[in-house]
């Protein structure tokens, strides 16, 4: 059914701006999808209708751009995230890129090689070393180079999966890739910013843990390392709050003195039936995320040494993400089949009471709003288009192959001819037809099962060519 989704108002959150902070960032990466969906935007601060020039007003410096292995468009390519890039250079952000090496989404239960690349550790280590290379170099090339590059998304279990997966096969593997995909950044640009993402940054013992393992001598060193970045969700364990955070990010600040930011995080609009929230105290509203916001602000904020620098907020123009909890995901690891994520089950864009019109040509015939939110497009919406179009290309990828085995099997029908059969039969068969003169290739010959499974027209050339023989 077509629909109209104009006078529709949305209390969709803009980022609200963290003094004391060096970035306030956004990973806005659907913004151009969700425009081809007919989605718009526009605030009372400022006339415009481009998403990332409200972002601005409101205080956003740093636009976090994921890049797929993709050459679709749709799946967050090279080229989207290049166009990405200049929208966001041009309303003055600085660009983070969130690289995910894969075909799809990847995270801690998530991190599958890309089609068409090496699966041997070696292959990897070059193909992931001049791929990074090149992705760097085509944003510096079209003026919009990268201050940040995230090596990979919550690499909790490694990246690459099986090769470069921690569970599987240690450490080494991945530390020699990270390393491989640093040396090609740092290749392409001598002054991008290197960042390492882990999921649950309040999970001490798993964050110090994989610290403690990952450098290896030749392999990743700590100078590969400017940032240590981290995601904190409310949604995805009661152990993540605000002390936890910051006992976990103070540990390891003063063991590695290395810059540290939050590179995903959200707060849900409105409540959120069956969640459990690490901080209940905290409203399911747009002010309540206002607070969940700066009070990671403060958890940054109070780290020694000034090496709290930045928050990225996930996906604020994301709208469609209230009242979804009868949507929720798990996600379940392979290194621990119990551990769960529940994904987008009720986080919609951080808001600071600011009202977002979200308007579309179409105007057959008016919805109703949902509570604060309108239902316009949904992760899992995403994910489930993603796996169709990654069916589709398989099933397109078989009959290829298939066609490709039919072309074969007729070029070698054309290049055999029968003095070639003769030749590779003649000496069996007179062997059989001396020993049992009274058998032949229709009936039950012992040399037939040499070349039963030969194409009719192979067979119908050896008929003739028993005939030939004395």
Request: glycine content about 6%.
């Amino acid at each position: 059914m077509r629909f109209s989704l104009s006078t529709i108002l949305l209390c969709i959150g803009l980022v609200p701006r963290i003094r004391g902070l060096q970035y306030h960032g956004a990973d806005f990466s659907s913004l151009m999808n969700l425009e081809s969906s007919g989605i718009t935007y526009h605030d009372s601060a400022t006339t415009s209708t481009k998403f990332e020039t409200i972002l601005a007003a409101h205080g956003t410096n740093l636009a976090r751009i994921r890049i797929w292995t993709s050459t679709n468009n749709a799946d967050y390519s090279l080229t989207y995230g290049l166009q990405m890039a200049k929208r966001a250079a041009a309303a003055g952000m600085a660009i983070y890129l969130d690289m995910h090496y894969s075909d799809t989404w990847a995270d801690p239960g998530h991190q599958a090689i890309p089609a068409g690349w090496p699966t041997t550790l070696s292959g990897l280590n070059t193909q992931i070393f001049t791929y990074t290379q090149s992705v760097v170099a085509a944003f510096v090339a079209q003026g919009t180079p990268a201050t940040f590059i995230e090596i990979g998304n919550e690499i909790n279990d490694g990246i690459l999966w099986p090769v470069g997966q921690i569970s599987v096969n240690g450490y080494s593997p991945l530390s020699q890739l990270l390393h491989s995909a640093v040396n090609g950044a740092r290749s392409s640009s001598s002054t991008i910013r290197t960042v390492i993402h882990l999921a649950n940054g309040w999970d001490s013992t798993g964050t110090s843990s994989f610290y403690n393992q990952i450098f290896i001598p030749g392999e990743l060193a700590l100078t590969d390392v400017d940032v240590m970045g981290f995601s904190f969700y409310p949604f995805y364990g009661t152990g993540a709050t605000f002390s936890a955070l910051q006992s976990s990010l103070q540990a390891l600040v003063s063991k590695y003195n290395k810059n540290v930011m939050v590179v995903e995080t959200d707060w849900p609009a409105v409540s959120c039936s069956g969640t459990a929230l690490s901080q209940p105290a905290i409203a399911s509203s747009p002010a309540g995320q206002q607070t969940w916001v700066l009070d990671i602000r403060n958890v940054l904020s109070a780290l020694t040494g000034g090496n709290g620098i930045g928050i990225i907020y996930w996906e604020p123009g994301w709208v469609g993400n209230a009242d979804v909890d009868v949507l929720a995901i798990k996600r379940v690891t392979k290194k621990d089949p119990k551990q769960t994520r529940k994904e987008n089950h009720c986080p919609v864009p951080i808001n600071s009471g600011e009202i977002i019109e979200i308007s579309s040509d179409e105007d057959d015939e008016p919805v109703a709003p949902k509570t604060s939110a309108v239902v316009a497009t949904t992760k899992l919406q995403a994910r489930i288009q993603q796996l169709e179009r990654e069916n589709a290309r398989i099933k397109k990828e078989n009959a290829d192959i298939k066609k490709q085995q039919v072309a074969a099997a007729a070029d070698l029908e054309d290049q055999i001819t029968c003095e070639d059969l003769e030749n590779w039969f003649s000496t069996a068969l007179k062997q059989h037809l001396t020993r049992y003169p009274h058998y032949n290739v229709h009936h039950a010959h012992p040399a037939y099962n040499m070349f039963q499974q030969l194409p009719a027209p192979l067979v119908r050339s050896l008929v003739v060519i028993t005939k030939n023989i004395p």
